[in-house]
């Protein structure tokens, strides 16, 4: 299944979406799920539930729930915003090395506003690096939302090297 995903900021071309070939999981761990700037995207066909795997094609992906993890920043507080988390392991399956960084992650509300990661948060937090195949990285990706946004959807979409773009998208309850 391919979709595009534009962009008005960041990131732009066009992205695969393969959630097809997607699993049924309990979680990232084989047990129950856990319980910035933004710009406009256009919303992408087939999602996946968190804690089921998701496959692109040189690796895959589960997620948690989204969980709230904090307050907004370190500076003043805005009530308007909350930090929320998703726990996130990824699985380098392919011949490529794949980057895990939190920054290649875009959450998305119902409204279709992406938010960027942002540092600390809900710990342990996603360490940047570059897995070899067969390599997994896990941890926490953050994001300062506004606290009425809903019906959120996780996108993850690393820049490989020789080869396109592969993005999964999860969708995420609260």
Same mark, same amino acid.
């Given at each position: 299944?391919?979709?595009n995903?534009?962009?008005?900021?960041?990131?732009?071309?066009?992205?695969?979406?393969?959630?097809?070939?997607c699993?049924?999981?309990?979680?990232?761990?084989?047990?129950?799920?856990?319980?910035?700037?933004?710009?406009?995207?256009?919303?992408?066909?087939?999602?996946?539930l968190?804690?089921?795997?998701?496959?692109?094609?040189?690796?895959?992906?589960?997620?948690?729930?989204l969980?709230?993890?904090?307050?907004?920043?370190? $500076?003043?507080?805005?009530? #308007? &915003?909350?930090?929320?988390g998703?726990?996130?392991?990824?699985? *380098? !399956? %392919?011949?490529?090395?794949?980057?895990?960084?939190p920054?290649?992650?875009?959450?998305i509300?119902?409204?279709?506003?992406?938010?960027?990661?942002?540092? $600390?948060?809900?710990?342990? #937090? &996603?360490?940047?690096?570059?897995?070899?195949?067969?390599?997994? *990285? !896990? %941890?926490?990706?953050?994001?300062?939302?506004?606290?009425?946004?809903?019906?959120?959807?996780?996108?993850?979409?690393?820049?490989?090297?020789?080869?396109?773009?592969?993005?999964l998208?999860?969708?995420?309850?609260?």
């Amino acid at each position: 299944m391919r979709s595009n995903l534009t962009l008005t900021a960041g990131r732009t071309g066009v992205v695969i979406l393969l959630s097809a070939g997607c699993q049924q999981s309990a979680s990232l761990d084989g047990g129950s799920p856990s319980s910035a700037g933004s710009r406009s995207v256009a919303v992408p066909d087939g999602v996946i539930l968190p804690g089921a795997q998701g496959s692109a094609r040189h690796y895959s992906m589960r997620v948690s729930a989204l969980e709230e993890c904090g307050p907004s920043n370190n $500076g003043p507080i805005d009530h #308007a &915003l909350t930090r929320v988390g998703v726990e996130v392991r990824l699985h *380098a !399956r %392919g011949e490529l090395q794949i980057p895990a960084n939190p920054y290649y992650a875009l959450l998305i509300d119902g409204k279709n506003i992406a938010h960027e990661a942002t540092l $600390g948060g809900c710990t342990p #937090a &996603l360490s940047p690096t570059l897995l070899a195949p067969g390599q997994t *990285a !896990r %941890g926490w990706i953050s994001f300062d939302v506004p606290r009425e946004s809903h019906n959120w959807r996780l996108s993850y979409a690393p820049e490989l090297i020789k080869a396109p773009e592969d993005e999964l998208v999860f969708q995420l309850a609260r």
